[in-house]
């Protein structure tokens, strides 16, 4: 079956432009997970969906940043105004519901590289 | 708050020798998951192994073992038989369990593995 897909690929844009980054999760997942990846480092959390529910977006670094899952699937990572310190790879996974052992297992698409010239 | 911290930032190892890549980590829960991961250089976040913070056995998935130490607070990644394949970034994660979902995971730094021919 199809896995997790993120579009664009990669996308470059000039300081002070908005962005908007696309995940397809796993049909069924109810879970879905946005974190970010700067280069040489591990993915960092930044926001939790249960079905259309944020629930978490403690991990956003700034106003600028705005998450969204409007019906339940497909879900959209839009950063304002984006700053240098925004590049980096944004990695989108999903999830069932946790019900225990390695259904816990996150499944991560291929990311977007953004690159803020 | 979780920290995953991985102490060798690389590793070179010689082709079909066995290999553990180091993971400790902190938390005051009782109920959490430690997860590895592989990124090869093309991106992707491949799920290897898991295991439960009250699963009594490591946790093996074919070449993959875990040896979790629970009391030293560590979950090691053991591969047996490297093969070329294997060269790539290795994340070491956990989360915690609860009633409420959100599984969000914590990474580590990664180490990267070089398999030598």
């Known amino acids: 079956g199809a896995g997790v897909s993120q579009s664009p690929r990669y996308k470059v844009a000039k300081r002070g432009q908005d962005v908007a980054l696309r995940c397809d999760p796993i049909?069924?997942?109810?879970?879905l997970f946005w974190y970010q990846q700067a280069l040489g480092q591990g993915p960092e959390f930044l926001t939790y969906?249960?079905?259309?529910?944020?629930?978490?977006k403690s991990g956003l670094p700034s106003d600028r940043f705005f998450a969204e899952r409007p019906e339940g699937s497909v879900s959209t990572l839009k950063i304002q105004r984006t700053q240098q310190e925004d590049s980096a790879v944004y990695l989108c996974a999903s999830s069932l519901l946790g019900s225990g052992g390695s259904s816990y297992e996150q499944y991560f698409g291929p990311g977007t590289r953004l690159t803020v010239t | 708050a979780q920290k995953i911290t991985q102490t060798q930032p690389g590793m070179f190892v010689q082709e079909k020798e066995a290999v553990t890549l180091d993971c400790t980590y902190d938390?005051?829960?009782?109920?959490?998951?430690l997860f590895w991961y592989k990124q090869p250089s093309s991106g992707e976040m491949i799920f290897l192994i898991y295991q439960g913070s009250y699963d009594e056995q490591n946790a093996t998935e074919g070449r993959y073992s875990l040896n979790f130490q629970k009391a030293r607070k560590s979950a090691n990644l053991v591969i047996s038989a490297s093969q070329l394949g294997d060269s790539a970034m290795y994340f070491c994660a956990m989360t915690i369990i609860s009633n409420f979902g959100n599984e969000k995971l914590t990474f580590g730094t990664g180490t990267r593995l070089t398999i030598i021919p």
């Open positions: 969906f249960q079905n259309e529910a944020q629930l978490d």
């Open positions: 938390t005051s829960d009782q109920s959490y998951g």
């Open positions: 049909s069924g997942h109810v879970s």
